[in-house]
Nanobody
């Protein structure tokens, strides 16, 4: 069955960095666009970044441009989100999404606080 498993979240100070990973299984990963979303407490889920097949066509929310980088390693069936210069407003549960049924992972918590 399709699985998306996120990891890499945690507590980080403002200005710090984290790298999130999303390991996919159960579908032909290289054939699908992949996306990272986030949902802060009391807010709607929002699209953070997306990457097309072969790593072509990355797009970012304005709030994370020049700080976050999405990339994929098809040989590992994994999509990553490198997050630099983190801000308190980046605090949220981060989810990856992709695959033939636009499946969701379980999410990983990112907390940016001093």
């Amino acid at each position: 069955q399709v699985q998306l498993v996120e990891s890499g979240g945690g507590l980080v100070q403002p200005g710090g960095s984290l790298r999130l990973s999303c390991a996919a299984s159960g579908f032909t990963f290289k054939n699908y666009d992949m996306r990272w979303y986030r949902q802060a407490l009391g807010k709607e889920r929002e699209l953070v970044a997306s990457v097309g097949v072969f790593g072509v066509g990355s797009n970012y929310a304005d709030s994370v441009k020049d700080r976050f980088t999405i990339y994929r390693v098809d040989a590992k069936n994994t999509v990553y989100l490198q997050m630099n210069n983190l801000k308190p407003e980046d605090t949220a549960v981060y989810y990856c999404q992709g695959g033939p049924g636009a499946y969701w992972g379980q999410g990983t918590q990112v907390t940016v606080s001093s």
